[in-house]
């Protein structure tokens, strides 16, 4: 059975930091392109970034790009994204996912098979 656990997320001023985990058991992890997603209150899901399976690529969507750095411990089976410079606007849960496919710079949420219940990051002001 696949398990797809997130931490780390908080509260935190604007400007702050933070760094959430995934950890996923029962799949090849290194064989999975892994992604975090968000989804803030009353908006949809969205995609934040993604990390090849051997971590020689990476996707950021833009609103991460220059603040969010993702990466993986394979050896761990576990994901990571290190948040700089918060804002009040990246206040969401948090998914991390699990997937096969690759579309380069896309992340369509029916492409990843396995998910976290999540995690929530909270940016005051």
């Known amino acids: 059975q696949v398990q797809v656990t997130e931490s780390g997320g908080g509260l935190v001023q604007a400007g702050g930091s933070l760094r959430l985990s995934c950890t996923a058991s029962g799949l090849k992890f290194d064989n999975y392109l892994m992604g975090w997603f968000r989804q803030a209150p009353g908006k949809e899901r969205e995609g934040v970034c993604y990390?090849?399976?051997?971590?020689?690529?990476?996707y950021y969507s833009d609103s991460a790009k220059g603040r969010f750095t993702v990466s993986r411990d394979n050896a761990k089976n576990t994901l990571y994204l290190q948040m700089t410079s918060l804002k009040p606007e990246d206040t969401a849960m948090y998914y991390c996912a699990a997937s096969r496919i690759l579309r380069d710079g896309v992340m369509n949420e029916g492409d990843y098979n396995y998910w976290g219940q999540g995690t929530q990051v909270t940016v005051s002001s």
């Open positions: 990390i090849y399976w051997s971590a020689a690529r990476t």
